[in-house]
């Protein structure tokens, strides 16, 4: 028998043990990155709702019909699912690294991520179906009351925030709350949709006043927050929409709301060379959201006014959220493609 000839009874063996090896690496690579799966990745379905729902809107004033709408609210709807489920697993598997996230002065405002996710997908879904938007609604109602208490609480109770803690991710958990009438109102909930509105106009008050303070006072914020300003549009957008539908029109109020929102727009996109330079964040979504906000305020103030400069306006901000969402798309994609996310910060 040759010396040099492979022994057939070892050498399978060999690669068992070989294959099992690789086997075992991947599999603690996987559990490591469920670890590290963030809340923040609920902010994506935040982006393509508003995304979807501004696309709607233009479609419905131009009197046509976008073939990839309804196409991006199923799809929404499924990424919420897969988005949903990993995080499912995480707490199932790693329930520290969940309690560490709710303990973190940032990331336990993305939590409500998820709860808005259920109420904007409600929005996009509320003309194609009906019963569905109204159990997402009731849902996310539920859901997101829930996690906002939870929130308040940890603000009223903490023994480890600073001022620097803060950032335009605190409103996250206001937005929520004035996204409720949208849908609220159409299902017939007046109450309900005028408690949650006045909860979050006053806490997006009372937040507006504290970011101020400590962006003007104290040290600038992480570069990797920085997206995050694109926030600031968000509460009084949403908030003009949603007191136009708990209204019934357009008043002193709503005017306030919307170009509060329309000149914190304009005055981010001057910063524009700031943004650019950038390296990718997860956080890069925060600029999604909030100019689908403003590009459905521009075209509802439109649809009030017959004012073409409202259109124009939001013709502009809908090519720029498309651009703004092609982008995010591919910069996420070959993110994970390249493992830089789900990583250990």
């Known amino acids: 028998m040759d010396k040099n000839q492979p022994n057939a009874d070892t050498n ?55 073939f990839f709408d309804a196409l991006s609210a199923w799809g929404t709807l499924l990424a919420f699912l897969i988005i949903s489920g990993l995080y499912i697993n995480k707490i199932l598997i790693h329930p520290e690294a969940v309690s560490a996230e709710l303990k973190h002065p940032v990331k336990l405002s993305f939590f409500p991520a998820a709860s808005i996710g259920l109420l904007l997908i409600s929005v996009a879904m509320v003309n194609r179906a009906e019963a569905l938007s109204h159990v997402l609604w009731f849902l996310g109602t539920l859901f997101h009351f829930v996690l906002f208490l939870y929130v308040v609480n940890s603000w009223m109770h903490h023994e480890h925030y600073q001022i620097t803690h803060i950032s335009p991710a605190w409103f996250i958990p206001a937005v929520g709350n004035v996204l409720i009438p949208i849908v609220g109102m159409h299902f017939g909930y007046v109450e309900v949709s005028w408690f ?18 400590r962006i003007l006072f104290h040290n600038p914020m992480p570069k990797h927050l920085v997206p995050t300003l694109f926030i600031l549009i968000a509460p009084p957008a949403v908030g003009f929409i949603s007191y136009v539908k708990l209204n019934g029109g357009l008043d002193n109020f709503a005017h306030i709301l919307y170009y509060i929102a329309l000149f914190l727009t304009f005055s981010l996109f001057t910063q524009f060379k700031q943004f650019a330079t950038l390296p990718f964040f997860l ?7 909030p100019i689908s906000a403003i590009t459905i305020a521009s075209f509802l103030m439109y649809s009030l006014t017959h004012n073409i400069m409202f259109a124009t306006i939001g013709g502009i901000l809908l090519a720029i959220l498309t651009a703004i969402i092609a982008l995010l798309v591919f910069k996420t994609y070959k993110a994970i493609s390249m493992k830089k996310v789900c990583v250990e910060s």
């Open 12 to 66: 399978p063996s060999g690669n068992n043990k070989g294959n099992s090896a690789t086997s075992m690496v991947e599999e603690a690579e996987n559990l490591n990155r469920l670890q590290n799966f963030p809340i923040s990745f609920f902010a994506i379905i935040m982006g393509l709702s508003g995304f979807t729902i501004a696309w709607e809107k233009a479609a419905h004033l131009m009197q046509t019909h976008v």
């Open 196 to 213: 949650f509105f006045s909860i979050g106009i006053i806490f997006w008050i009372i937040l507006f006043t504290l970011f101020f303070n």
């Open 283 to 289: 956080s890069w979504w925060a600029y999604s959201f």
